[in-house]
């Protein structure tokens, strides 16, 4: 979100190290340097003047408050106190993290350990990161749509697939866009009271921004879901859900570690649509599994 935008409450200690994750990859380069000290080494920038940190980064002071700043904290004064906080709980006894890189000649044990620790990091990233001022505006808007379009591409897709099936077993109307040409003629169709979601971790996939450009010019609330808070996308979301993603490895893409945090953000919306709509919801995810019980083999026969 823009800096000068509305502010929430600066991160807890513990969010530290997942908004540096989070915002290091669209930092500048200088930016990047003070991030990743105070990641690195929470304790020993805890003890630094704004002037100390910038002699060690090879920055400046203004780049040091900058990155507070982006980072969540008013000031650089905030940041020290939750660097403080942060070195405290890392020596309060908490067990070491493995390491998450996959070798090919990895034992298929040691790869469930490493899977395992990376998507509880992303989930754990993602749940510290996420603004819940702008997750209940965004379950708000989607609980009274009278539509909801969602558009993903590649691995966002099926994420986008996965909002719109759970949405539609609660009595709502989505309908998920892969196709980049039927995403746009279906958003030119969209007005105020619907609601358009745009799932990109990267935050500048035009097939994804160019529908979510018509549905905002065409008056329906928006919603951005990505890994980069300040990306393209964002220009057109009335509302803007950031993601964490694991590092990157060759056996680990980006869009294996993007999509533990994007089911994460669709979890809560649905949950949070389901809670508002209840009297309705309820029904009819009853009559959802009634429908499929069958199937299952678990179905209630009648007489």
Known sequence: MPLGGPRTAP??????????????????????????AVAQDP???AALTV???????????????????????PGYRDLRLALAGLAAAQQSGRAPAITTDIAVDDPIAGVVAKLAHDER??????????????????VTALAAARRTDVYGIGASGLVAQ???????RIGLIAHAHSDPHLAVTNA?????????????????????????RVAFERGATTVA??????????????????????????????????????????????????QRTYAAAGPALSASYEAL????????RRA
């Open 43 to 45: 304790a020993g920038c």
């Open 11 to 36: 991160p807890a200690p513990a969010a530290l190290a997942a908004k540096v994750r989070t915002l290091a990859p669209s930092m500048t380069r200088s930016m990047q340097r003070v991030a990743e």
């Open 162 to 168: 996965d909002l719109t099936q759970k949405l539609l």
């Open 188 to 212: 030119v169709q969209l007005r105020a009271g619907d609601v358009a979601v745009a799932i990109t971790h990267s935050g500048s996939t035009g097939d994804v921004i160019e529908p979510l």
């Open 225 to 274: 879901v990505t890994g980069r808070p300040d990306g393209p996308v964002t220009q057109y979301a009335d509302h803007v859900l950031t993601t964490s993603s694991a590092r990157e490895s060759e056996l680990r893409p980006a869009a294996m570690s993007s999509r533990t945090g994007q089911l994460l953000v669709v979890d809560c919306l649905f949950v949070g649509v389901a």
């Open 121 to 138: 990091q992303t989930l754990a990233d993602t749940a510290a990161g996420l603004d819940t001022a702008q997750l209940g505006a965004a």
């Open 293 to 300: 019980a069958h199937r299952h083999g678990s179905g209630r």
């Open 51 to 73: 002037t100390g940190l910038a002699e060690l980064t090879g920055t400046s002071e203004a780049t040091v408050v900058r990155t507070a700043r982006l980072l969540g904290y």
